[in-house]
């Protein structure tokens, strides 16, 4: 017996197939047959939506998983042990701000958070009033920087510290006054010859300023280095990195409280004690040094208003 098929039977076989070939052009194919639809939607956009929902969703809710009523009365009737055990609601609510700067901002990790909200930079107009104090001063100094008025000190205890002045505000009128194009000199000037109250200051809000929110990692870092309060370096992949902080810019503020002329170790400890949701202020270096360029590291750093904002 021949381990392999026979010329004459390869043959053969090899008619075979070209018959039925053949023939299968002229055979009748019947209609496939409907099937059922699937027990499932094929789209998510045909899922249906929970009553009372307000929007779109991919997944149906749990209580018509499979068919199967799993609300808490019905889980109350079938299932009591389990019923007492689960929550009502497993979803934790966190309303967005109705008013203010953070207004409509959905951000369940740091929407709620208290160094955001006194950080915030608006850059919005608003008007101050102010007076004098003790000493016949309104505590602050200001720097001309392409022909606008930008305040560079807010002193400590000061009325313009209670007024709510920012280190980076501009001023835009004083008593009425446009002050666009006006040197320094000048509008120490102006405040100097101003009544002791009712000193109105119409302000832009930190234009040259922007706020960085970041999360710490899980050995409590947040991933840049300073110096001096210069940021120097950042940590790749870190919350800074992805988050867009960048190198030649200085610390402002920490959660809302002004750091500059703090030493490092402090606003490394001011970090270390803000929780895991840490809010930075920055400003571009050669804008940062050209407002103190005139003013001595001792006024800044004794003198400077380092109190936390109220919100």
């Known amino acids: 017996m ?12 090899q008619l075979a197939t070209a018959q039925q070939r053949y023939e299968s052009q002229f055979t009748p194919v019947a209609p496939p047959v409907a099937s ?17 929902s307000n929007g779109g969703s991919l ?11 799993l609300s808490p009365k019905a889980l109350a009737e079938i299932a009591p042990e389990y019923a007492a055990a689960v929550p009502q609601s497993t979803a934790v609510a966190i309303p967005a701000p109705q008013t203010g700067p953070l207004a409509g901002m959905v951000a369940p990790l740091s929407g709620q958070s208290l160094g955001l ?6 850059h919005g107009i ?25 305040v560079c000190l807010v002193m400590k205890g000061s009325p313009a510290a209670l007024a709510g002045l920012r280190f980076g505000d501009q001023i835009l009128q004083i008593n009425g006054t446009t002050v666009a194009g006006f040197s320094m000199d000048q509008v ?17 809000d930190r234009p040259f300023e922007r706020t960085i929110t970041l999360h710490k990692d899980s050995v409590g870092h ?4 300073f110096k001096n ?3 120097i370096g950042l940590v790749k992949d870190s919350s800074a990195a992805r988050n867009g902080l960048l190198t030649e810019h200085h610390l402002l503020e920490v959660n809302g409280q002004n750091v500059v002329g703090i030493k490092d170790k402090d606003i490394t400890a001011i970090i270390e004690e803000g929780g895991t949701i840490i809010t930075v202020t920055v400003i571009p270096s050669f804008i940062y040094d050209h407002m103190v360029k005139k003013m001595a590291s001792s006024l800044i750093k004794g003198a400077m208003d380092h109190s936390i904002p109220d919100v």
């Open 2 to 13: 021949s381990l392999y098929p026979s010329l004459e039977d390869m043959k053969i076989d």
């Open 36 to 52: 059922a639809p699937p027990p499932y939607p094929l789209h998510p956009t045909e899922i249906p939506m929970p009553v009372g």
């Open 59 to 69: 997944y149906p809710v749990l209580s018509e998983f499979m068919g199967l009523d």
């Open 117 to 122: 909200q006194r950080a915030q930079v608006t």
């Open 126 to 150: 608003r008007e101050l009033t102010l007076c004098k104090g003790a000493s016949g001063k309104i505590g602050i100094r200001v720097q001309a920087i392409n022909k606008g008025v930008f």
């Open 188 to 204: 120490h000037s102006m405040f100097r010859k101003s009544p002791v109250n009712g000193i109105t200051v119409v302000v832009r």
């Open 222 to 225: 947040i991933g840049f280095q």
């Open 229 to 231: 309060g210069k940021i």
